[in-house]
């Protein structure tokens, strides 16, 4: 789910400020799907669940990554929930007030949380999970991100806490929303850091589940934790869980996924192959979820600082001849719907408006192409002008490339373009070199996918403080004062009207300065069996298990 | 007697010496592949998909000493690896060697399980066929063909999808039981088997040429057991290499088989830290390959005495 996080690695590292908010994946609350189960729950019963990604660390405050997030999510709870609207509701924090200035929350803890160790949940635990996750020691590479300009918390009485910034910070309740800033019980955290990576037993938090067992390049398991009765306003049922117990186990081999599936070895697996997805649906018993991820899509990013691309003729030219709904159907079996925006239908702020805005049109191309005085064309048929040929370079990174059927998606982008007379480059190159040369400005298109369920990823996409140079990820290497001051507008405020007028402009604009060519929406394919009600997803879509249950059949 | 001790002797110290050359070189190849990645070594703890503020990465560079002089940090680095300490494993945050220990065992019992079967598999095949009727020998030779060269991966999926998917014999996955070690053993034999079949054969063939065979069969000895009392033991000394060097290979094939089949081990650990870029991971297990590979070879090089008493006096 954080693919391309990975080439940015090091061009990111630099900006605290700047990867505030870049939860390529957030958000805690849940919100019931179309799994909502029919008929009575029952209690009872182990789910098995195959995941294709194994955590590489389970110390929630540490890692970086959604399987360790989504997993550890029935382990621990946060102080808010989020639901798909992206509305707030009451958790561990009854209410809230949040200051004028987003300088300081004040939240009012819930009574009678304990730990399932036995320790009580109150304002001084907050304290320490929070100055936890900050410490140095932690080596945290998320978690303190997303406490953005956090200064400390004041306990003000046992079930009152404020939590302080050096400057406004609108998203934390969003941040906190999320299983990153979820509580560890105190003797958790004097267990240490390596003791929370390993998983297991030592992971102690207060949520509906135990992390009862874990063996590495098996699986892990959570057990029931009978005495839950503080679930988030967003779960469907309040008390314990249903299931007994949970069982994730990381099958990697997508066939063996599948296999696992159809076999009834598990109820639900994740990350079904596309071209698989029609012979699950034939299999009586069995049934897909498939959702769009919130957040970035798939995008194309074209480098407007750098010839032949520093003309918008040009850029437009691109944006226009390449066949994406063709293109997208083709390479995932139409499991993944092509997208009109740089950011995903199901991400709040939306600009429904550009959808068949901007369709396939090889002679508007053309005509583009004329104007930008590419007339000439040489031996292979493509576009020169005074005798330079019109080629532009999009580097591919190989470890990342065959994600998603990604680097055919490349060879059907390069075969339009040359349609329309543009050599497209595509030089394989290592990580190094990659990150050097595409967050240098020298590459003409950049490809880059962020799931996060906030329209604030196009402050990240857009604003000029979000500059590579900065440690940022604005590849359109443009500055411009409108994306400036909407992306900086939209994220000072958690205002509804300002947010709904300011962020659709911003992707408008992107679209009309052809700077982004949005590809697809990612989709989460998940198979799972008819006996497995009540399953939701989170607005990360993530799987919750809380709500689950089995039908007996 | 003396004189044979003091071969022995001899010839274990010129092993020692070597094990500890090839070890040596292991973990200064490891080094210097870290030190080769393209970025730098913090970036490269990091792993792909970290950000990592400057305060993380200043943590880091103390804690490995990036901030001092790379010759330094070599030194250093072979100093601890010296007192047995192969460093932490950053992703995981726990000592690199107690992660291997707790992956360890369920490789050994799959490596085992795979050699035991694949020894057994190719003993029987080439002694039914070698030097019998063209066309047993035939489709035993396709067969081996096949089995050596069909990718693992691919095996294990084939099986998989039989005898777990269809017909529900054996369990998807995991190490619980014997059930679950069955499938992922036949995978990880197959290849070997191939191999050492093809060998094995014509070891056997060679021998049965031999003078002694007709001597053998003249007393009254039968065909069965001329092939296993004879002309097998004449073909042990390269079949103890070959078995020797597949081994050194079987933590390579245990990272696919592993991977396919969701067990723990040393394989999926490996995948799972080159994949996050956990070097000292990666370091600490090339270094356990090089040095089960140096312990295998010098068993196997002790034991050719023993097989061959020929070899006895060299």
């Known amino acids: 789910m954080r693919p391309t996080l990975s080439r940015l690695g090091r061009t990111l590292a630099v900006g605290v400020s700047g990867l505030l908010l870049l939860s390529a994946c957030s958000s805690g609350g849940d919100t019931t799907a179309e799994a909502a189960g029919s008929g009575k729950p029952v209690a009872g019963g182990t789910l098995t669940t195959a995941v294709d990604t194994e955590p590489v660390s389970w110390d929630i405050h540490a890692s970086t990554q959604d399987v360790t997030a989504e997993i550890a999510r029935g382990v621990f709870d946060s102080l808010v929930s989020q639901d798909s609207e992206g509305k707030f509701h009451p958790w561990l924090a009854t209410k809230w007030e949040v200051a004028d200035d987003f300088k300081s929350y004040t939240f009012h803890l819930r009574d009678g949380v304990t730990f399932t160790d036995g320790s009580k949940f109150d304002a001084s635990v907050v304290k320490a999970n929070f100055d936890h996750i900050v410490a140095k020691e932690t080596k945290s590479l998320y978690a303190a991100n997303l406490l953005g300009p956090y200064t400390g918390t004041d306990v003000i009485d046992p079930r009152t806490v404020k939590v302080n910034f050096s400057k406004a910070f609108a998203p934390f309740l969003q941040a906190a929303s999320t299983t990153y800033l979820g509580f560890y019980s105190p003797e958790a955290l004097k267990a240490g850091a390596g003791k929370l990576a390993a998983g297991g037993p030592a992971d102690v938090g207060s949520g509906p589940f135990v992390f009862s067992a874990y063996t590495k390049g098996q699986s892990a398991t959570l057990t029931r934790n009978p005495d839950y009765a503080w679930a988030p306003e967003t779960a469907t049922h309040t008390g314990a869980a249903y299931l007994d117990k949970v069982v994730v186990r990381f099958l990697p081999t997508a066939s063996v996924r599948a296999g696992a599936l159809t076999s009834g070895q598990v109820q639900v697996a994740k990350a079904i192959p596309p071209q698989n997805v029609t012979a699950l649906k034939a299999t009586p018993g069995l049934r897909l979820i498939s959702r769009a991820n919130p957040g970035g899509n798939y995008n194309l990013w074209l480098n407007g600082s750098l010839a032949p691309l520093d003309d918008v003729r040009v850029r437009k030219a691109i944006q226009r001849g390449i066949d994406v709904e063709q293109d997208v159907k083709t390479v995932t079996f139409g499991q993944y719907p092509r997208a009109w925006s740089p950011i995903s239908p199901t991400t709040p702020n939306y600009d429904k408006s550009l959808v068949g805005s901007w369709p396939y049109d090889p002679k508007l191309s053309a005509q583009l192409l004329d104007e930008a005085g590419w007339t000439g064309k040489d031996a292979q048929g493509y576009r020169t002008k005074a005798g330079k040929r019109l080629t532009v370079e999009w580097p591919q990174l190989s470890i990342q490339a065959t994600r998603e059927g990604r680097d055919v998606l490349g060879q059907a982008v390069q075969a339009d373009l040359k349609k329309i007379g543009v050599e497209v480059k595509r030089p394989n190159l290592d990580i190094g070199t990659y990150n050097t040369k595409v967050y240098g400005g020298k590459a003409n298109i950049i490809d880059l996918s962020w799931p996060r369920f906030d329209p604030d990823v196009l402050w990240l996409f857009f604003n000029s403080g979000s500059a590579p140079a900065k440690g940022g990820i604005n590849a359109t290497f443009l500055t411009d004062s409108s994306f400036d001051t909407w992306t900086d507008q939209g994220r000072s405020t958690l205002d509804e009207k300002t947010r709904a007028d300011v962020y659709p402009k911003v992707q408008q604009r992107g679209i009309d300065l052809a700077v982004v060519v949005p590809l697809y929406t990612q989709v989460s394919l998940v198979g799972q069996s008819d006996k497995v009600k009540g399953l939701t997803f989170n607005a990360s879509n993530w799987l919750t298990y809380y709500d689950a249950w089995l039908a007996e059949k | ?314």
């Open chain 2, 1 to 314: 007697m003396t004189a044979s001790a003091t071969v022995l002797a001899a010839r274990v110290a010129r092993r020692l010496g070597s094990a500890v050359a090839v070890l040596l070189g292991a973990a200064t190849l490891a080094f210097l592949t870290l030190q080769l990645i393209p970025g730098d070594p913090v970036s490269v703890l990091l792993g792909p998909s970290n950000a990592g503020s400057p305060e993380v990465r200043a943590e880091i560079a103390r804690e490995y000493g990036f901030d001092r002089p790379v010759a330094d940090q070599y030194l250093h680095y072979l100093g601890r690896l010296l007192q047995g300490d192969l460093g932490q494993s950053y992703q995981l945050q726990r000592p690199v060697w107690s992660l291997m220990a707790d992956q360890l065992w369920p490789t050994v019992q799959l490596a085992l399980a795979a050699l035991l079967l694949a020894v057994v598999l190719a003993v029987v095949s080439a002694v039914a066929t070698a030097g019998r009727r063209p066309a047993f020998r035939a489709v035993a030779s396709v067969w081996e063909l096949i089995s050596a060269s069909t990718p693992s991966y691919w095996v294990g999926i084939v099986l998989l999808t039989v005898f777990s998917f269809r017909f529900h014999v054996f369990p998807v996955a995991g190490a619980e039981g014997f059930a679950s070690l069955v499938l992922p053993a036949v995978t990880l034999a197959l290849p070997l088997t191939g191999v050492l079949a093809q060998v094995l054969r014509e070891g056997l063939e060679a021998a049965l040429e031999q003078p002694f065979v007709v001597t053998a069969r003249s007393r009254g000895v039968g065909r069965t057991a001329v092939r296993l009392r004879h002309a097998l033991r004449h073909c042990a000394v390269p079949l103890l290499t070959l078995t020797g060097w597949l081994t050194g290979s079987l933590i390579g094939g245990a990272v696919l088989v592993e991977t396919v089949f969701g067990r723990p081990g040393i394989g999926s650990l490996v995948l799972q830290a080159v994949s996050a870029k956990d070097m000292p991971v990666v370091i600490g297990v090339v270094l356990l390959s090089a040095f089960v590979f140096v312990v295998i070879s010098t068993v196997v090089e002790l034991l050719y005495p023993v097989i061959d008493p020929r070899l006895r006096s060299a």
